[in-house]
Protein backbone atom coordinates (compact mmCIF):
# COMPACT_ATOMS: atom_id res chain seq x y z
CA UNK A 1 0.00 0.00 0.00
CA UNK A 2 1.65 3.70 -1.10
CA UNK A 3 2.11 5.76 1.54
CA UNK A 4 1.09 9.65 1.43
CA UNK A 5 3.17 11.62 0.65
CA UNK A 6 4.21 13.58 3.47
CA UNK A 7 5.05 17.25 1.58
CA UNK A 8 1.70 19.38 0.41
CA UNK A 9 1.47 20.18 -3.31
CA UNK A 10 0.04 23.37 -2.53
CA UNK A 11 3.46 25.49 -1.64
CA UNK A 12 4.88 24.43 -4.35
CA UNK A 13 1.72 25.80 -6.38
CA UNK A 14 1.91 28.94 -4.87
CA UNK A 15 5.66 29.44 -5.53
CA UNK A 16 5.03 28.61 -9.56
CA UNK A 17 2.13 30.83 -9.47
CA UNK A 18 4.67 33.82 -7.83
CA UNK A 19 7.21 32.93 -10.38
CA UNK A 20 4.47 33.25 -13.32
CA UNK A 21 3.65 36.26 -11.57
CA UNK A 22 7.03 37.95 -11.02
CA UNK A 23 8.17 36.77 -14.33
CA UNK A 24 4.64 38.16 -16.32
CA UNK A 25 5.27 41.92 -14.09
CA UNK A 26 8.77 42.01 -15.47
CA UNK A 27 8.07 41.34 -18.92
CA UNK A 28 5.41 44.38 -18.94
CA UNK A 29 8.26 46.44 -17.37
CA UNK A 30 10.99 45.60 -20.08
CA UNK A 31 8.68 45.65 -22.59
CA UNK A 32 7.76 49.13 -21.18
CA UNK A 33 11.03 50.57 -20.99
CA UNK A 34 12.19 49.55 -24.87
CA UNK A 35 8.96 51.20 -26.01
CA UNK A 36 9.77 54.78 -24.02
CA UNK A 37 13.24 54.35 -25.87
CA UNK A 38 11.90 53.73 -29.02
CA UNK A 39 8.98 56.89 -28.28
CA UNK A 40 10.49 59.26 -26.03
CA UNK A 41 14.45 60.09 -25.44
CA UNK A 42 16.42 57.32 -26.32
CA UNK A 43 19.33 58.08 -23.68
CA UNK A 44 17.88 58.59 -21.01
CA UNK A 45 17.87 55.75 -18.40
CA UNK A 46 14.57 55.39 -17.95
CA UNK A 47 15.22 52.54 -15.23
CA UNK A 48 15.42 55.04 -13.04
CA UNK A 49 12.18 56.49 -13.07
CA UNK A 50 10.30 53.01 -12.46
CA UNK A 51 9.75 51.40 -9.23
CA UNK A 52 8.54 47.57 -8.72
CA UNK A 53 7.17 45.85 -5.79
CA UNK A 54 10.71 44.49 -5.70
CA UNK A 55 12.14 47.94 -4.86
CA UNK A 56 12.39 49.02 -1.14
CA UNK A 57 11.41 52.54 -2.32
CA UNK A 58 8.46 51.19 -4.08
CA UNK A 59 5.66 51.72 -1.16
CA UNK A 60 7.67 54.74 -0.09
CA UNK A 61 6.98 56.14 -3.28
CA UNK A 62 2.98 54.84 -3.48
CA UNK A 63 2.32 56.20 0.13
CA UNK A 64 4.41 59.36 0.00
CA UNK A 65 1.57 61.30 -1.36
CA UNK A 66 -1.60 59.00 -0.83
CA UNK A 67 -3.90 61.22 1.54
CA UNK A 68 -6.60 58.00 2.04
CA UNK A 69 -4.65 55.04 4.51
CA UNK A 70 -7.90 53.25 3.48
CA UNK A 71 -6.45 53.15 0.13
CA UNK A 72 -3.25 51.53 1.48
CA UNK A 73 -4.25 48.59 3.03
CA UNK A 74 -2.62 45.54 1.90
CA UNK A 75 -5.87 44.41 0.98
CA UNK A 76 -5.95 46.90 -1.66
CA UNK A 77 -4.58 46.01 -5.35
CA UNK A 78 -0.85 47.34 -6.04
CA UNK A 79 0.08 48.74 -9.60
CA UNK A 80 2.73 46.50 -11.59
CA UNK A 81 4.95 49.08 -11.42
CA UNK A 82 5.12 53.45 -10.52
CA UNK A 83 6.79 55.78 -13.33
CA UNK A 84 7.99 59.00 -12.67
CA UNK A 85 8.63 60.94 -15.72
CA UNK A 86 10.79 64.06 -15.91
CA UNK A 87 9.88 64.98 -18.97
CA UNK A 88 6.68 66.08 -20.89
CA UNK A 89 7.89 63.98 -23.89
CA UNK A 90 8.25 61.04 -21.00
CA UNK A 91 4.33 61.40 -20.58
CA UNK A 92 4.14 61.32 -24.09
CA UNK A 93 5.95 58.12 -24.49
CA UNK A 94 3.58 56.56 -21.43
CA UNK A 95 0.50 56.95 -23.00
CA UNK A 96 2.07 55.61 -26.62
CA UNK A 97 3.04 52.44 -24.81
CA UNK A 98 0.71 51.65 -22.91
CA UNK A 99 -1.67 51.80 -25.73
CA UNK A 100 0.72 49.47 -27.45
CA UNK A 101 1.10 46.90 -24.84
CA UNK A 102 -2.35 47.17 -23.57
CA UNK A 103 -1.18 48.21 -19.86
CA UNK A 104 -3.75 50.01 -18.54
CA UNK A 105 -2.91 52.88 -16.35
CA UNK A 106 -3.71 55.22 -13.80
CA UNK A 107 -2.43 58.82 -13.54
CA UNK A 108 -1.25 60.54 -9.94
CA UNK A 109 -0.66 64.24 -9.65
CA UNK A 110 -1.73 65.06 -5.38
CA UNK A 111 -2.86 61.49 -4.46
CA UNK A 112 -5.55 63.75 -2.77
CA UNK A 113 -8.69 61.63 -4.26
CA UNK A 114 -10.89 60.34 -1.91
CA UNK A 115 -11.21 57.05 -3.22
CA UNK A 116 -7.58 56.69 -4.51
CA UNK A 117 -8.52 56.58 -8.08
CA UNK A 118 -4.88 57.52 -8.94
CA UNK A 119 -2.83 54.97 -7.76
CA UNK A 120 -5.64 51.96 -7.42
CA UNK A 121 -7.64 49.93 -9.80
CA UNK A 122 -10.34 48.87 -8.45
CA UNK A 123 -11.72 47.04 -11.68
CA UNK A 124 -8.78 46.28 -14.01
CA UNK A 125 -6.21 44.95 -13.15
CA UNK A 126 -2.94 44.60 -13.99
CA UNK A 127 -2.25 48.04 -14.03
CA UNK A 128 0.68 50.85 -13.68
CA UNK A 129 0.36 54.45 -11.78
CA UNK A 130 1.94 57.01 -14.02
CA UNK A 131 3.17 59.55 -10.97
CA UNK A 132 3.82 63.37 -12.14
CA UNK A 133 5.63 64.04 -8.63
CA UNK A 134 8.81 65.01 -10.71
CA UNK A 135 7.17 67.49 -12.74
CA UNK A 136 6.74 70.50 -10.51
CA UNK A 137 7.70 73.27 -12.58
CA UNK A 138 6.43 76.79 -11.56
CA UNK A 139 7.07 79.65 -14.00
CA UNK A 140 5.09 83.44 -12.36
CA UNK A 141 5.14 86.06 -15.06
CA UNK A 142 3.94 88.88 -12.93
CA UNK A 143 4.13 91.10 -15.43
CA UNK A 144 1.51 89.36 -17.09
CA UNK A 145 -0.01 88.56 -14.15
CA UNK A 146 0.26 85.18 -14.95
CA UNK A 147 1.75 81.51 -13.98
CA UNK A 148 2.40 78.16 -15.96
CA UNK A 149 2.08 75.48 -13.26
CA UNK A 150 3.19 71.69 -14.23
CA UNK A 151 0.48 69.23 -12.88
CA UNK A 152 2.85 67.51 -10.31
CA UNK A 153 3.57 70.86 -8.11
CA UNK A 154 1.20 71.25 -5.08
CA UNK A 155 -0.92 74.52 -4.20
CA UNK A 156 1.28 75.11 -1.44
CA UNK A 157 4.04 75.49 -3.94
CA UNK A 158 2.10 77.60 -6.34
CA UNK A 159 1.21 79.97 -3.26
CA UNK A 160 4.55 80.30 -2.72
CA UNK A 161 6.04 80.57 -5.80
CA UNK A 162 3.89 83.81 -6.47
CA UNK A 163 4.67 85.40 -2.93
CA UNK A 164 8.65 85.00 -4.06
CA UNK A 165 7.53 87.59 -6.69
CA UNK A 166 4.75 89.67 -5.33
CA UNK A 167 2.85 90.26 -2.07
CA UNK A 168 -0.26 91.39 -3.72
CA UNK A 169 -0.96 89.05 -6.25
CA UNK A 170 -2.47 85.53 -5.28
CA UNK A 171 -4.87 82.35 -6.87
CA UNK A 172 -8.32 81.49 -5.81
CA UNK A 173 -7.73 77.48 -5.46
CA UNK A 174 -6.50 75.42 -2.54
CA UNK A 175 -7.49 75.20 1.22
CA UNK A 176 -5.41 72.60 1.49
CA UNK A 177 -2.01 72.99 0.57
CA UNK A 178 -0.46 69.90 -0.40
CA UNK A 179 -2.99 69.15 -3.33
CA UNK A 180 -1.64 68.66 -6.72
CA UNK A 181 -2.13 71.00 -8.96
CA UNK A 182 -3.15 68.90 -12.34
CA UNK A 183 -5.86 67.01 -10.58
CA UNK A 184 -7.27 70.23 -8.16
CA UNK A 185 -7.92 72.38 -11.31
CA UNK A 186 -9.61 69.46 -13.40
CA UNK A 187 -12.54 69.07 -10.65
CA UNK A 188 -13.14 72.58 -10.51
CA UNK A 189 -10.50 74.23 -7.21
CA UNK A 190 -12.10 75.95 -4.66
CA UNK A 191 -10.74 78.10 -2.29
CA UNK A 192 -11.34 80.69 0.29
CA UNK A 193 -11.08 83.96 -2.38
CA UNK A 194 -13.98 81.88 -4.79
CA UNK A 195 -16.74 84.16 -3.70
CA UNK A 196 -14.46 86.83 -4.87
CA UNK A 197 -12.77 85.67 -7.76
CA UNK A 198 -14.45 82.21 -8.71
CA UNK A 199 -12.84 78.79 -8.77
CA UNK A 200 -9.22 78.02 -10.02
CA UNK A 201 -10.79 75.90 -13.08
CA UNK A 202 -12.48 79.82 -14.12
CA UNK A 203 -9.33 81.08 -13.84
CA UNK A 204 -7.15 79.20 -16.17
CA UNK A 205 -5.98 80.57 -19.52
CA UNK A 206 -4.45 77.74 -21.47
CA UNK A 207 -3.15 74.49 -20.78
CA UNK A 208 -0.99 71.55 -22.05
CA UNK A 209 -2.17 67.81 -22.21
CA UNK A 210 -1.22 64.44 -23.82
CA UNK A 211 -4.38 63.23 -25.30
CA UNK A 212 -5.22 59.66 -26.21
CA UNK A 213 -2.75 59.62 -29.30
CA UNK A 214 0.17 60.54 -27.39
CA UNK A 215 0.26 64.25 -28.72
CA UNK A 216 0.94 67.45 -27.07
CA UNK A 217 -2.33 69.68 -27.42
CA UNK A 218 -2.42 73.25 -26.21
CA UNK A 219 -5.79 75.17 -25.85
CA UNK A 220 -5.81 76.39 -30.16
CA UNK A 221 -4.23 72.80 -31.04
CA UNK A 222 -7.12 71.02 -28.57
CA UNK A 223 -9.93 73.46 -29.89
CA UNK A 224 -12.59 74.76 -27.09
CA UNK A 225 -14.93 72.09 -26.77
CA UNK A 226 -11.69 69.68 -24.94
CA UNK A 227 -10.44 72.52 -23.20
CA UNK A 228 -13.60 73.07 -21.94
CA UNK A 229 -14.03 69.72 -20.78
CA UNK A 230 -10.69 69.79 -18.66
CA UNK A 231 -11.84 72.71 -16.58
CA UNK A 232 -13.99 70.78 -14.20
CA UNK A 233 -15.16 67.65 -16.10
CA UNK A 234 -12.52 65.62 -13.58
CA UNK A 235 -9.20 63.97 -13.86
CA UNK A 236 -8.76 60.77 -15.18
CA UNK A 237 -10.97 60.68 -18.58
CA UNK A 238 -9.53 63.21 -21.71
CA UNK A 239 -6.18 62.81 -21.19
CA UNK A 240 -3.02 64.19 -18.94
CA UNK A 241 -2.62 67.42 -17.93
CA UNK A 242 0.82 68.52 -17.92
CA UNK A 243 0.79 72.55 -17.79
CA UNK A 244 -1.79 74.98 -16.49
CA UNK A 245 -1.88 78.46 -17.16
CA UNK A 246 -3.68 80.65 -14.91
CA UNK A 247 -4.70 83.81 -14.07
CA UNK A 248 -3.28 85.66 -10.66
CA UNK A 249 -5.69 87.71 -9.18
CA UNK A 250 -5.07 90.87 -6.95
CA UNK A 251 -4.92 90.51 -3.27
CA UNK A 252 -4.63 93.41 -0.56
CA UNK A 253 -1.22 93.79 1.29
CA UNK A 254 -3.50 93.16 4.38
CA UNK A 255 -6.15 90.74 4.95
CA UNK A 256 -7.94 89.11 8.13
CA UNK A 257 -8.76 85.89 9.10
CA UNK A 258 -10.64 84.71 12.22
CA UNK A 259 -12.09 81.83 13.71
CA UNK A 260 -14.78 82.15 16.48
CA UNK A 261 -16.02 78.58 18.37
CA UNK A 262 -19.73 78.41 19.55
CA UNK A 263 -20.94 75.08 21.33
CA UNK A 264 -24.67 73.68 21.19
CA UNK A 265 -24.85 75.04 24.74
CA UNK A 266 -23.47 78.99 23.18
CA UNK A 267 -26.62 78.51 20.73
CA UNK A 268 -24.61 76.85 18.21
CA UNK A 269 -28.22 75.70 16.83
CA UNK A 270 -29.80 79.11 15.71
CA UNK A 271 -26.57 80.40 15.05
CA UNK A 272 -25.90 77.80 12.16
CA UNK A 273 -29.58 78.35 11.01
CA UNK A 274 -28.76 81.96 10.63
CA UNK A 275 -25.19 81.62 8.85
CA UNK A 276 -27.32 79.62 5.91
CA UNK A 277 -28.85 82.64 5.32
CA UNK A 278 -25.93 84.97 5.57
CA UNK A 279 -22.57 83.74 4.20
CA UNK A 280 -24.06 83.33 0.73
CA UNK A 281 -25.18 86.89 0.48
CA UNK A 282 -22.76 88.59 1.92
CA UNK A 283 -19.97 90.76 1.18
CA UNK A 284 -17.73 88.60 -2.00
CA UNK A 285 -14.59 89.71 -0.04
CA UNK A 286 -15.78 87.42 2.89
CA UNK A 287 -15.76 83.34 3.35
CA UNK A 288 -16.60 82.18 5.96
CA UNK A 289 -17.05 78.60 6.02
CA UNK A 290 -18.00 76.13 8.89
CA UNK A 291 -16.25 73.14 10.73
CA UNK A 292 -18.71 70.92 12.89
CA UNK A 293 -17.59 68.08 15.07
CA UNK A 294 -17.87 66.49 18.64
CA UNK A 295 -16.42 67.46 21.36
CA UNK A 296 -15.89 66.59 24.96
CA UNK A 297 -16.90 68.64 27.49
CA UNK A 298 -14.38 69.13 29.63
CA UNK A 299 -13.04 66.15 31.64
CA UNK A 300 -16.11 64.49 31.08
CA UNK A 301 -17.66 61.65 28.65
CA UNK A 302 -20.44 63.73 28.09
CA UNK A 303 -20.20 65.35 24.42
CA UNK A 304 -21.35 68.09 22.58
CA UNK A 305 -21.34 70.03 18.83
CA UNK A 306 -18.61 72.40 17.73
CA UNK A 307 -18.86 74.57 15.56
CA UNK A 308 -15.99 76.92 14.16
CA UNK A 309 -16.40 79.61 11.94
CA UNK A 310 -12.90 79.91 10.06
CA UNK A 311 -13.05 82.74 7.77
CA UNK A 312 -10.83 85.02 5.37
CA UNK A 313 -11.57 88.64 4.82
CA UNK A 314 -9.57 90.74 1.59
CA UNK A 315 -9.14 93.78 3.65
CA UNK A 316 -8.49 95.14 6.95
CA UNK A 317 -10.13 94.28 10.30
CA UNK A 318 -11.61 97.66 10.78
CA UNK A 319 -13.80 96.93 7.67
CA UNK A 320 -14.79 93.76 8.69
CA UNK A 321 -15.87 94.38 11.88
CA UNK A 322 -18.48 97.01 9.96
CA UNK A 323 -18.83 94.55 7.47
CA UNK A 324 -20.09 91.99 10.13
CA UNK A 325 -21.92 94.18 12.41
CA UNK A 326 -24.30 94.91 9.58
CA UNK A 327 -24.73 91.72 8.17
CA UNK A 328 -24.16 88.88 10.48
CA UNK A 329 -23.88 90.45 14.15
CA UNK A 330 -25.33 87.39 16.13
CA UNK A 331 -21.94 86.00 15.56
CA UNK A 332 -20.94 88.36 17.91
CA UNK A 333 -16.98 89.14 15.95
CA UNK A 334 -14.67 91.31 18.00
CA UNK A 335 -11.42 93.36 17.47
CA UNK A 336 -9.86 90.76 19.29
CA UNK A 337 -10.87 88.00 17.10
CA UNK A 338 -9.59 89.10 13.78
CA UNK A 339 -5.96 89.09 13.10
CA UNK A 340 -4.55 90.90 10.18
CA UNK A 341 -1.85 89.02 8.33
CA UNK A 342 -0.46 89.23 4.28
CA UNK A 343 -2.30 86.84 1.97
CA UNK A 344 0.33 83.96 2.02
CA UNK A 345 -0.22 83.96 5.99
CA UNK A 346 -3.87 83.50 5.63
CA UNK A 347 -3.03 79.93 3.35
CA UNK A 348 -1.23 78.77 6.31
CA UNK A 349 -4.01 80.37 8.58
CA UNK A 350 -6.56 78.73 6.76
CA UNK A 351 -4.96 75.52 6.34
CA UNK A 352 -4.46 74.89 10.24
CA UNK A 353 -0.69 75.88 10.79
CA UNK A 354 0.38 77.37 13.56
CA UNK A 355 0.21 81.32 13.74
CA UNK A 356 4.30 81.14 13.85
CA UNK A 357 5.04 78.85 10.79
CA UNK A 358 7.04 80.41 8.02
CA UNK A 359 5.67 80.24 4.07
CA UNK A 360 8.51 77.75 3.33
CA UNK A 361 6.97 75.10 4.84
CA UNK A 362 4.51 75.38 1.43
CA UNK A 363 7.60 74.00 -0.65
CA UNK A 364 7.55 70.57 1.50
CA UNK A 365 4.84 69.34 -0.92
CA UNK A 366 3.22 66.65 1.07
CA UNK A 367 -0.10 65.91 3.16
CA UNK A 368 1.16 66.78 6.83
CA UNK A 369 -0.87 63.82 8.21
CA UNK A 370 -3.37 61.12 6.53
CA UNK A 371 -6.19 59.24 8.03
CA UNK A 372 -8.50 56.48 6.94
CA UNK A 373 -11.42 58.15 5.79
CA UNK A 374 -14.70 58.03 3.70
CA UNK A 375 -16.18 60.97 2.20
CA UNK A 376 -19.20 62.30 0.78
CA UNK A 377 -20.40 65.46 -0.50
CA UNK A 378 -23.75 67.84 -0.64
CA UNK A 379 -25.20 71.02 -2.33
CA UNK A 380 -27.49 72.53 -0.46
CA UNK A 381 -30.23 75.29 -1.71
CA UNK A 382 -32.28 76.11 1.36
CA UNK A 383 -31.48 76.36 4.59
CA UNK A 384 -31.71 73.39 6.75
CA UNK A 385 -34.17 73.92 9.32
CA UNK A 386 -33.48 74.19 13.02
CA UNK A 387 -35.23 70.35 13.63
CA UNK A 388 -32.98 69.61 10.64
CA UNK A 389 -30.13 70.19 12.38
CA UNK A 390 -30.61 68.87 15.86
CA UNK A 391 -31.57 65.54 14.13
CA UNK A 392 -27.67 66.01 12.57
CA UNK A 393 -26.18 66.44 15.82
CA UNK A 394 -27.63 63.21 17.24
CA UNK A 395 -26.08 60.99 14.22
CA UNK A 396 -22.87 63.17 14.44
CA UNK A 397 -22.52 62.39 18.46
CA UNK A 398 -22.69 59.09 17.90
CA UNK A 399 -20.02 58.60 15.56
CA UNK A 400 -16.29 58.26 16.51
CA UNK A 401 -14.79 61.15 14.91
CA UNK A 402 -16.88 62.71 12.37
CA UNK A 403 -16.05 65.76 10.47
CA UNK A 404 -18.36 68.19 8.62
CA UNK A 405 -17.16 71.66 6.70
CA UNK A 406 -20.00 74.00 4.90
CA UNK A 407 -18.42 76.19 2.56
CA UNK A 408 -20.63 79.13 0.95
CA UNK A 409 -21.43 79.92 -2.58
CA UNK A 410 -22.67 83.11 -3.90
CA UNK A 411 -20.50 86.09 -5.07
CA UNK A 412 -18.84 85.51 -8.14
CA UNK A 413 -19.83 81.84 -7.69
CA UNK A 414 -23.44 82.73 -9.02
CA UNK A 415 -22.22 85.07 -12.19
CA UNK A 416 -21.33 82.14 -13.91
CA UNK A 417 -23.78 80.17 -15.82
CA UNK A 418 -23.97 76.20 -15.10
CA UNK A 419 -22.36 75.48 -18.39
CA UNK A 420 -19.55 78.14 -18.77
CA UNK A 421 -17.64 75.12 -17.14
CA UNK A 422 -18.38 71.61 -16.86
CA UNK A 423 -18.64 72.38 -12.71
CA UNK A 424 -22.47 73.74 -12.78
CA UNK A 425 -22.80 73.75 -9.05
CA UNK A 426 -23.53 77.97 -9.35
CA UNK A 427 -26.77 80.43 -8.94
CA UNK A 428 -28.75 79.52 -6.10
CA UNK A 429 -26.39 77.54 -4.49
CA UNK A 430 -25.91 78.20 -0.70
CA UNK A 431 -22.88 76.15 0.55
CA UNK A 432 -21.49 72.71 -0.13
CA UNK A 433 -21.38 70.09 2.54
CA UNK A 434 -18.18 67.24 2.97
CA UNK A 435 -19.16 65.02 5.49
CA UNK A 436 -16.20 62.61 6.76
CA UNK A 437 -15.82 59.65 8.77
CA UNK A 438 -12.27 59.45 10.15
CA UNK A 439 -10.54 56.72 11.89
CA UNK A 440 -7.04 55.46 12.68
CA UNK A 441 -7.56 51.53 13.41
CA UNK A 442 -7.25 50.53 9.71
CA UNK A 443 -9.81 48.09 8.29
CA UNK A 444 -10.89 46.45 11.97
CA UNK A 445 -14.17 48.89 11.95
CA UNK A 446 -13.89 50.73 8.57
CA UNK A 447 -17.17 48.39 7.94
CA UNK A 448 -18.98 50.29 10.92
CA UNK A 449 -17.25 53.97 9.78
CA UNK A 450 -18.45 54.03 6.33
CA UNK A 451 -22.20 52.43 6.97
CA UNK A 452 -22.36 55.33 9.89
CA UNK A 453 -21.75 58.25 6.72
CA UNK A 454 -24.32 56.38 4.49
CA UNK A 455 -27.10 56.50 7.14
CA UNK A 456 -26.35 60.26 8.23
CA UNK A 457 -26.22 60.64 4.09
CA UNK A 458 -29.50 59.13 3.86
CA UNK A 459 -30.57 61.12 6.78
CA UNK A 460 -29.91 64.56 4.83
CA UNK A 461 -31.73 63.47 1.88
CA UNK A 462 -34.83 65.72 2.30
CA UNK A 463 -32.67 68.75 3.47
CA UNK A 464 -30.35 68.94 0.25
CA UNK A 465 -30.60 69.70 -3.75
CA UNK A 466 -32.14 67.02 -5.72
CA UNK A 467 -33.24 65.66 -9.24
CA UNK A 468 -30.43 65.30 -9.15
CA UNK A 469 -28.67 65.22 -5.64
CA UNK A 470 -25.51 67.30 -6.63
CA UNK A 471 -22.20 65.84 -5.37
CA UNK A 472 -18.17 67.61 -6.10
CA UNK A 473 -16.42 65.79 -8.24
CA UNK A 474 -13.33 66.29 -6.63
CA UNK A 475 -15.22 64.72 -3.46
CA UNK A 476 -15.32 61.35 -5.16
CA UNK A 477 -17.77 58.62 -3.39
CA UNK A 478 -17.87 55.27 -5.37
CA UNK A 479 -20.64 55.00 -3.61
CA UNK A 480 -22.66 56.66 -6.67
CA UNK A 481 -22.20 54.13 -8.93
CA UNK A 482 -18.97 53.05 -10.75
CA UNK A 483 -17.61 52.16 -14.38
CA UNK A 484 -17.09 48.55 -15.55
CA UNK A 485 -13.97 47.07 -16.84
CA UNK A 486 -13.60 49.11 -20.20
CA UNK A 487 -17.49 48.71 -21.02
CA UNK A 488 -18.80 51.49 -19.83
CA UNK A 489 -22.86 52.01 -20.38
CA UNK A 490 -23.85 55.89 -20.68
CA UNK A 491 -27.20 54.67 -18.50
CA UNK A 492 -24.93 53.14 -15.69
CA UNK A 493 -22.64 56.16 -15.89
CA UNK A 494 -25.32 58.67 -15.73
CA UNK A 495 -26.09 57.35 -12.07
CA UNK A 496 -23.23 59.66 -10.66
CA UNK A 497 -22.26 61.87 -14.11
CA UNK A 498 -25.44 63.82 -13.66
CA UNK A 499 -24.69 64.42 -9.98
CA UNK A 500 -21.41 65.97 -10.62
CA UNK A 501 -21.91 67.38 -13.61
CA UNK A 502 -25.66 67.70 -14.04
CA UNK A 503 -26.73 68.77 -17.96
CA UNK A 504 -23.14 69.15 -18.28
CA UNK A 505 -22.12 65.56 -18.52
CA UNK A 506 -23.68 64.94 -21.90
CA UNK A 507 -21.63 67.32 -23.74
CA UNK A 508 -18.89 65.77 -21.66
CA UNK A 509 -19.52 62.26 -22.91
CA UNK A 510 -19.84 63.87 -27.06
CA UNK A 511 -16.45 65.52 -26.41
CA UNK A 512 -15.15 62.13 -24.84
CA UNK A 513 -16.60 60.11 -27.75
CA UNK A 514 -14.84 62.37 -29.83
CA UNK A 515 -11.26 63.02 -28.85
CA UNK A 516 -11.00 59.29 -26.83
CA UNK A 517 -13.19 56.61 -28.64
CA UNK A 518 -10.80 53.77 -27.70
CA UNK A 519 -11.39 54.58 -23.68
CA UNK A 520 -7.90 55.13 -23.10
CA UNK A 521 -8.10 57.40 -20.07
CA UNK A 522 -10.62 55.42 -17.93
CA UNK A 523 -11.29 54.62 -14.05
CA UNK A 524 -14.26 54.05 -12.02
CA UNK A 525 -16.11 57.04 -12.46
CA UNK A 526 -14.15 58.49 -15.81
CA UNK A 527 -16.27 60.14 -18.58
CA UNK A 528 -17.43 56.89 -20.57
CA UNK A 529 -17.51 57.38 -24.67
CA UNK A 530 -20.15 56.41 -26.52
CA UNK A 531 -20.23 53.43 -28.59
CA UNK A 532 -18.95 54.18 -32.48
Known sequence: ?????????????????????????????????????????????????????????????????????????????????????????????????????????????????YEGISYVSEIETPFIVVDLVKLRGINIDIKSNTAWVQ???????????????????????????????????????????????????????????????????????????????????????????????????????????????????????????????????????LFIRVIIQPSSVGNKTQRTIITSYNALYLGEARRLLQVMKTSFP???????????TSWIKSVLSIAGFPSDTPPEVLLKGKPTSKYFFKAKSDIVREPIPETGLEGLWQRLLIEDNPMMFWNPYGGRMSQFSESDIPFPHRNGTLYKILYLSIWQDGDKNAAKHIDWIRKLYNYMTPYVSNFPREAYV????????????????????????????????NRLVKIKTKVDPENVFRHEQSIPPLPI
Open 151 to 285: AGATMGEVFYRIYEKSSVHGFPAGLCTSLGVGGHITGGAYGTMMRKYGLGADNVLDAQIVDANGRILDRETMEEDLFWAIRGGGGGSFGILLWWKIQLVPVPPTVTVFTVTKTLEQGATKLLHRWQEVAPYIDEN
Open 330 to 340: ELGLTRKDCQE
Open 474 to 505: NYRDLDLGINSKNSTSYIQASTWGYRYFKDNF
Open 1 to 113: MAMASPFSPFPILVLILLSVSFQASASIQESFVQCLNFNSDRKFPFHTTIYTPNDASFTIILNSTAQNLRCLLPSAPKPEFIFTPFHDSHVQGAVICSKKLGIHFRVRSGGHD
